[in-house]
């Protein structure tokens, strides 16, 4: 089969789409995590792994789990990095660009071309090509390419939201189109426009310094994310019930 990544004909693994380490706390506590959708009709319904599809051949395999695993040591520990944690802000530093911003992309591109019914709302078009040759290139872009807002949702002062996934779904951002996703507690905001450069929060974004600026939103304020704490809250998924 033709690997998705390098286009060469090789046997493929068993890939999964968002690395594991982004459902731990769950994993930690109750070895499931709930999947949520915003869509009433939708059930919250549980999986016991990350959902996998057979994408990548071995060596593409490795070069994902290589950035994978740098960025799990940036929120768990194992870099050097420099975290301040504001009022309203947590700005890291001395980030890796490179292998942090490809991460990104490969979790947009992942989910892009999965046939996995979670990531249906991810649909590409264009881009999905383009985020192909910028994976496979090892290219990560300028800063405003497919930049990424992201977002730590505080159900309360210091509550952090934790173990949640939501199905990934297309909003529009102050005009933007956007992909969001809701991962490890944050919400990982996709830009997918040619006008992202005017985009007027993109220092936001993983600039080429390793600076990134995770901004703090509690959710019964949240706007500029627009609200997807609300929508599950209106769904009425927001009280999990564990034991259901
Ligand atoms: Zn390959």
Redesign the pocket.
Known sequence: MQ??????E?DLKNSHIIPEFFYKPLYDGLHRFTVLSTSQEKKTKYRQKGMREKL??Y??EQFLSSIEDYVKRVFFGGVKIRISNEKNFIIIEDIDYKKFKLFQLSILWRSGISKLNFFSGVSLGPHEEKLREMLFKKNPGEPYEYGCLLAMILMDKDQVLDGLMMQPDFIKVEGYRCFRFLLGGCVWLFFVSKHNMNFKFKEYFLNKDGKLIITKQIAKDNKLITGFAQDLKKAGKLNINYNQ
């Open positions: 690997c998705h990544l390098c286009l060469q090789k990548l051949c060596d593409c």
